[in-house]
């Protein structure tokens, strides 16, 4: 069965240094994967995404990926952190033998950056 | 670009009554539409696809008679609750995707809080 794995409920960094939101994934074949983020009571924004080509994927508000074959992980970086990155991110796969963009999401992980 | 909207943004309504909830693409044509649930501090649990002009596809343990999907254009798909329970009560987020060849992000819309009381 497909999944999406996020270990970390939360993560907490401080302002200016860096971030990293893990997650894995188990699927048959090559996976899409997506980076998602949502602020209190709106939905999802689009972060990222990996299709293929160049492993690191870089995407909106300076956030990149990296994606890692051999240890089944998209973990989502940023150099250095705001207080306004502060947010639940969630990381999605999109298996090949699914049906049309159907995705699947990983349990979220809250993001807490403090000034 | 690229914009979903969804109406109301939040709804409190009474035990037994059903309520409406509009997923609208602004400036793009959704060939499909995707409903979604969200619990508090948890995930996203994919409810149904519903494709403009034919029935939802309802995910495994999600009631199609409860929850009555409409995907009448290319715009706009509905969700309604019907007989609403308190424990219906939950953040609903509905997305929306284009068709062609590429797995296009799906873009959602900014949620529909439901209380029912």
């Known amino acids: 069965a497909q999944s999406v794995a996020q270990p970390e409920d939360q993560v907490n960094v401080a302002e200016g240094n860096p971030l990293t939101v893990k997650c894995t994934y188990s699927v048959s074949g090559n996976p899409y994967l997506f980076w998602y983020v949502q602020y209190p009571n709106r939905g999802l924004q689009f972060l990222l995404k990996?299709?293929?080509?160049?492993?690191l994927v870089k995407g909106s508000y300076g956030f990149e990926a990296e994606f890692n074959k051999s240890q089944t992980s998209f973990h989502l970086k940023k150099p250095s952190a705001l207080v306004s990155d502060s947010a639940l991110y969630f990381c999605?796969?999109?298996?090949?033998?699914?049906?049309?963009?159907?995705?699947?999401f990983g349990t979220g992980t809250r993001l807490l950056v403090s000034p | 670009g690229a914009v979903v909207s969804q109406h109301p943004s939040r709804v409190i309504c009474k035990s037994g009554t059903s309520v409406k909830i509009e997923c609208r693409s602004l400036?793009?044509?959704?060939?499909?539409m995707f409903w979604y649930r969200q619990f508090p501090k948890k995930s996203l649990m994919l409810m149904a696809t519903s494709n403009e002009g034919s029935k939802a596809t309802y995910e495994q343990g999600v009631e199609k008679d409860k929850f009555l999907i409409n995907h009448a254009s290319l715009t706009l798909s509905t969700l309604t609750v019907t007989s609403a329970h308190p424990e219906d009560s939950s953040f609903y987020i509905c997305?929306?995707?284009?068709?062609?060849?590429?797995?296009?992000?799906?873009?959602f819309g900014p949620g529909t809080r439901l209380t029912v009381l």
């Open positions: 997305s929306a995707g284009t068709s062609g060849s590429l797995p296009n992000e799906q873009f």
């Open positions: 990996y299709i293929t080509g160049d492993n």
């Open positions: 999605a796969v999109r298996p090949l033998n699914t049906g049309f963009q159907k995705l699947v």
């Open positions: 400036d793009f044509q959704a060939t499909t």
